[in-house]
Nanobody
Framework: QVQLVESGGGLLQAGGSLRLSCAASGRTFSNYAMGWFRQAPGKEREFVAA????????SYGNSVRGRTTISRDNAENTVYLQMNSLKLEDTAVYYCAATVALTHQAMNYDYWGQGTQVTVSS
C-alpha cells in the first residue's frame, strides 16, 4: 500500500501561482511514477501532469502545459506541482496518484490521495 497526502491548496488569485505537495508513505516511493489529476464540479477527472520514477520523463495535460511543472524528491518521498498564471478554470480538487508505469490514464493509477481543494478567484 502507498499512502498519499496532498497539501498546499486553498484560495488563490487569478494570475497567481500554486505549489502543491504530495507526501507518500508505505512502499518505496521511487518504485512509482506519480501523477496529478484534478476534478471540477460536474466534470470528469482531468489529467494534469505525471512524472517517471526517476523524475527524468514528464508529461503534461493540454490545458496546463507551458505553465506547469511537476517534480519529485525521492529522498523526501514527495511529488510537487507548480502551476503559474492561474485561471478561474483551474478551480478543482487536485489529486496525486501513484502508478507502476508513467501514464496519463487515471484508470491505471493504483493509489490516490484524498485531494486538496484549489479555488481560483478573480
Amino acid at each position: 500500500q502507498v499512502q498519499l497526502v496532498e497539501s498546499g491548496g486553498g484560495l488563490l488569485q487569478a494570475g497567481g501561482s500554486l505549489r502543491l505537495s504530495c507526501a507518500a508513505s508505505g512502499r518505496t516511493f521511487s518504485n512509482y511514477a506519480m501523477g496529478w489529476f484534478r476534478q471540477a464540479p460536474g466534470k470528469e477527472r482531468e489529467f494534469v501532469a505525471a512524472i517517471s520514477r526517476s523524475g527524468i520523463t514528464k508529461s503534461y495535460g493540454n490545458s496546463v502545459r507551458g505553465r506547469t511543472t511537476i517534480s519529485r524528491d525521492n529522498a523526501e518521498n514527495t511529488v510537487y506541482l507548480q502551476m503559474n498564471s492561474l485561471k478561474l478554470e483551474d478551480t478543482a480538487v487536485y489529486y496525486c496518484a501513484a502508478t507502476v508505469a508513467l501514464t496519463h490514464q487515471a484508470m491505471n493509477y493504483d493509489y490516490w490521495g484524498q485531494g486538496t481543494q484549489v479555488t481560483v478567484s478573480s
